[in-house]
Structures are given as structure tokens and as C-alpha cells.
């Protein structure tokens, strides 16, 4: 199993950075089957994140080779990536067309409406983000109480922070409960929000 | 005001990156005041993290200039820093000499704790790492049912996704309660574990 989270100048850091650490922490602490998480970009360049973090890709998403999961992130640097020609359009719609389970955080679901993934479908986004959503694809039927929207074959999450209940629920469908459980054990998830 | 997070190889990746976000997006969304959040590691050379995600520094420790807040995140790496020679410790001992805030996440306690920045004091870490904390420092006061510990100058948190509370704390202390509402509220961290 391949796990691919995208990475791109103006990411969103926890966006990617949580899902990362939920799903490396299972695939290298918990699964008994091999999981293969990795990072993919445009480029094998240093992207800068939305905060100013730099991180290295592995791989682009052309020498990725084939993804069972993709994450796409959210943050600022999304609304460079929904122009009508924009080409990670058409490896997003190859990955979807080919059975890759295709999942987003944040705005990273602003990427999936562009490039025709969210048709007639419901999702989610960033708080603040449905209006741009359903300027994209008015087809869609925004979830705006939901921390993350399953529908099959696509998953959305709300924003940021999000991702870290949206992966775990992954785990859940891809591993069970038990592994799931595990693997919030392991990051110590038990949030206490102190406000 | 400025904030450093540390960056080393085997750094735990939501370590660094979760209060990294919370610290960055109040900085630069929320904050009044001009803050500035830094990461610094021992060279600028890419580290690679716990899970293997590669970063880019942005200072050294020695260029870093005045540091009012320090973050010392944990993962296994922390063990390599725990020798009685080791250079950081002098670093972090000069730090909290000059009256730098020291916070830590999970296992970077650790260090702090091998440093000699915990005598006498309570403190948290990963909750599986209580004995090695106390083989470090037995005059520790260990809290293993604490999110996060706030001992005034010391902070020290529990393990990994304890950093973002532990952050958001920071937050409060450092700009109120509210400001830490619209960073909480930023990042949309209202989190519903599905495990």
C-alpha cells in the first residue's frame, strides 16, 4: 500500500504534517502489512509552506508510480492550483479514473472542485471556505458540521487540524479500529484544547 | 518577540509542526504585536525527521539571535542528545539562564532533563517515557496525568499531538485568551478523534 501526500509552495504545514504523522506512525509503528508513506510535488525542489516551513519532496508526482492514497493538503497556496489548464488537474483525474482513494484537507478540497472531483457530491472545506467551493462546482452539497465527509472513493476534511481525524478515520478503513486505536495511542491524541 | 523551535534528525514531525502552526498562524493572523516563529538546528543542512520528512532550518542555534520563547521538540533522535558532553546543553542552559522561556513537547524533556533544566521540578513527557526521564533527573516530579506542565519558566508537554495544546497554552500566557480563541478558531481545532 502507497500513501502519497502532496506538497506545494503555500501548504498549509499541519494540513500535511498532521495526516503525516498519523499515517508514517501506523505504517511504521502498528500495520503488520507494508505502508509506504511518502510526499509528492511538482518539482524534487524545497516547497515553502504557508507558514514559511521548507520541506523536501521525494518524489514528483510523475515518478511517484502507482498511489492507493492520495492526501491533498489546503492552505493559501491552493488557489494557484485551480486554473482551468492546470496540469496536477489531470493526474488528480487519472488517479480518481484509476481507483486511488483520493482524500483532502482544509482548502486542499478547492483542487479536488476544480479539477471535476466533487461532482453532485457532498464535501467539506476550510470554515470560511464554501463560498469559494461552491463558486467551483455549485454541484456540490457542502457539509459545513462535518470534521470530515466520507463518500467512498473521496474524502474531504474540514480545516487544518481536521486532517488528524480524517487520517485516523483512514486508518479505521483501511486497518480497523484496533489499529486505529493504536495509532492515536502512539501520538498521544488526546486533545485538550486549553481555550 | 521570537520563537525557536529546534530542528534535528529524528525529530518527531507533529512535534515541531503542531505548535509550529499554532505559534505561526497566531503570529502572523491574530498577534498585534510583531512575533517572529524560527526554526534553528545545529547546522542549516535538511534534517530528516522521525517519520522521514526532510526540513530545511531556517538558523542555526548560534545565529539565532535573542530567543524569548524555545521549543524543544521530542522523537527518538532525542536520544542522541542526551550525552553529558553534548553542545546543546549549553546552548539550552545559557538559553534559560537568560531568561528564555523553555517549552518542550513529548520527549524533548528529555534533553532538558539531561541538561539539568528540570531539577527539582515537576514536569511530562511521552507517557512511555516516564523512566527514562527520571533515570536523567531523579528529582523530577513526574505528572504522567497532565496534557501539558506549566512550572513558569519551564513548560513540558506530553507526547507528540500534546504540543499543539501545550501551544495554544503558550498562547494564553503570552497574548490572553482570546488570541488564543482565534488561533484555536484558525485552525480549526475543534477535534473529534473517531477512536
Known amino acids: 500500500m502507497r500513501i502519497a501526500i502532496a506538497l506545494f509552495d503555500g501548504a498549509e504545514e499541519l494540513d500535511f504534517a498532521g495526516p503525516w504523522e498519523v499515517l508514517a ?34 518524489h514528483t508526482l510523475h515518478d511517484a508510480g502507482p498511489v492507493d492514497v492520495f492526501l491533498m493538503p489546503g492552505g493559501r497556496g491552493t488557489r494557484a492550483l485551480l486554473g482551468v489548464d ?21 482548502t486542499g478540497s478547492l483542487v479536488y472542485a476544480a479539477a471535476g472531483l466533487l461532482r453532485n457530491r457532498p464535501a467539506t472545506t476550510y470554515w470560511s471556505a464554501f463560498d469559494e467551493l461552491l463558486a467551483l462546482d455549485p454541484t456540490i452539497k457542502p457539509c459545513p458540521d462535518d470534521r470530515f465527509v466520507d463518500d467512498g472513493d473521496v474524502i474531504t476534511s474540514a480545516g487544518v487540524s481536521a486532517g488528524i481525524d480524517m487520517a485516523l ?21 488526546d486533545p485538550q484544547p486549553p481555550v
Open 86 to 106: 492546470e496540469p496536477l488537474h489531470v493526474a488528480l483525474r487519472a488517479m480518481a479514473g484509476g481507483g486511488t482513494l483520493m482524500t483532502s484537507v482544509c
Open 169 to 189: 478515520h483512514l486508518v479505521v478503513r483501511l486497518a480497523g479500529e484496533d489499529a486505529a486505536r493504536a495509532t492515536k495511542r502512539g501520538i498521544q491524541y
Open 25 to 58: 506512525y501506523w505504517a511504521g509503528e502498528v500495520s503488520k502489512d507494508p505502508v509506504e508513506v511518502t510526499t509528492v510535488a511538482a518539482t524534487l525542489d524545497p516547497i515553502t509552506a504557508a507558514k514559511g516551513l521548507r520541506v523536501i519532496p521525494e
